[in-house]
């Protein structure tokens, strides 16, 4: 990977301010890769591969680095454009294509609150209440949308503040395991156990499709590009730093898990690391584990229908969605028909889905945003810009398209078919926008 200093760095044009420094940046990445998947998707890793849950996040961060190096070089070529759906525009200029990537940003944004929703109302919360989780999941996305409607001020100091209260409860997760392990207790030989009644490689591939779940959130950096101060040299290093953070602490915790619990445990548990954390016997009161991921949880979930909610707002911005999304409450001004669909579409899979297939599915959906961004960059290699910018290997992207594509063949029918209903009901949507559109001009002639 090198960096392309063809042409001197232009001056910054009129936009945000370019306020952050590499540090506050890579503490953003951090905050955002380190979300709550690993508090609740170990236990999903473990019915596939056993013991051996080390392996899957192995694969997944080599697909997770190579995707962020076609990341690293469209963020800081194009540090005012946001996300995949506009590299896209920018490489084929084809108005569907550009909307169906967006599109499927926003149902993962859905996807994921769901998922998130029902680890909600699942073993952290009823180690403080027992409560039944389907009612508990949709007051929890009704209680976000009503904070979603409220507006969200989003700031880096309340993401830092989340992600230190996140790190937290998995620094002491690795803190307990390593005391049992250092005691003599545990079982460390588990680690290289496989299920006992799946195929090791095809249980590692099918891991590794939750274990990317855990990776995902670096897309969303691509926002903050404009108010960093040199994006060229600052945001690949936070990246890359930040995915390397994350994976060290995945691993840790995959280690430390299956050595203090066994992996039958915790693929029965929808609140595995609270499993690790009693089992271990130290004084960790359990009902504070609970709420630290609780909120981990809480904060994610919030964050994916925020985010979720916007590219909705922007797509009916850009006609690509039907004018009612672009609905604003006087007052509030946040897009309230964009942020009740969300909403509406969050309840819904939260009752019909489950934590796994819904993660499953999220993985789906961004692969497949991933893999329109890795084409692009190739496309867009011949394009030149006037500054410097981080440039990869063709190589890259490519190595990183198989990777991709090898793990859409590991997806199973049923989460294959939910990405086909987003796409019809996205399609759907297209098409009545347009015709919107046309009506639009034919009364203004």
């Known amino acids: ?90 490489a084929f200029g084809i108005p569907y294509l550009s909307f169906l990537v967006g599109f499927l940003m926003m149902a993962s944004g859905i996807t994921t609150a769901a998922a998130l929703a029902n680890a909600f109302a699942g073993d952290y919360l009823s180690a403080l209440w027992d409560i039944p989780p389907i009612p508990t999941a949709i007051v929890f996305i009704i209680l976000l949308t009503l904070i979603n409607l409220r507006r969200v001020r989003e700031s880096l100091g309340a993401n830092l503040v989340a992600s230190v209260i996140e790190v937290t409860g998995l620094v002491i997760v690795i803190v307990v395991a390593a005391m049992v392990f250092g005691s003599g207790g545990g079982e460390p030989e588990r680690i290289f156990e496989f299920a006992p009644d799946v195929p090791p490689l095809q249980g590692a591939f099918a891991a590794s499709i939750v274990a990317f779940f855990s990776f995902l959130g670096f897309e969303a950096a691509a926002n903050m590009a404009e108010e960093v101060k040199n994006p060229s040299k600052s945001y690949p290093r936070a990246l890359f730093g930040a995915i390397c ?114 993660a499953e599915t999220t993985v789906l959906l961004l692969l497949l945003v991933f893999l329109s961004a890795n084409v692009s960059v190739l496309v867009l290699k011949k394009d030149k810009v006037d500054h410097d910018h981080f440039s990869i290997p063709r190589v890259v992207p490519v190595l990183a398209i198989i990777a991709s594509i090898v793990l859409l063949t590991q ?29 639009e001009r034919a009364v203004q002639q």
Not at 302 to 309: Q, T
């Open 245 to 358: 953070t994350a994976a060290v602490i995945y691993l840790l915790i995959a280690v430390g898990a299956v050595i203090v619990v066994p992996p039958a445990d915790l693929a029965e548990s929808t609140g595995p690391l609270l499993d690790v954390v009693t089992a271990s016997g130290f004084a960790v009161p359990s009902w504070l584990f609970s709420l630290i991921a609780l909120v981990a949880i809480a904060n994610g979930a919030l964050l994916f229908m925020v985010m979720a909610s916007r590219v909705g707002y922007g797509l009916g911005k850009s006609g690509l969605l039907p004018h009612a999304f672009t609905r604003v409450l006087p007052k509030r001004r946040t897009p309230w028909v964009s942020i009740l669909v969300v909403a509406v579409a969050t309840i819904g899979l939260s009752v019909i889905g489950d934590i796994g297939t819904l």
């Open 1 to 90: 990977m090198t960096q392309n200093t063809t042409v001197p760095v232009a001056e910054n044009p009129p936009g945000l301010k370019r306020v952050l420094g590499t540090p506050l940046l890579f503490a953003f990445i951090v905050g955002d890769t380190l979300g709550a998947g690993i508090y609740t998707l170990v236990g999903t890793m473990a019915t596939d591969v056993g013991g051996v849950i080390w392996l899957p996040l192995l694969i997944a961060l080599v697909v997770a680095l190579v995707t962020a190096g076609t990341y690293a070089e469209l963020i800081t070529k194009y540090p005012h454009a946001g996300g995949a759906a506009r590299y896209v525009d920018r």
């Open 411 to 439: 997806q199973t029918g049923a989460v294959w078919l939910g990405t086909a209903v987003y796409i019809v009901v996205g399609t759907v949507l297209f098409f009545i926008a347009r015709f919107g559109r046309r009506r």
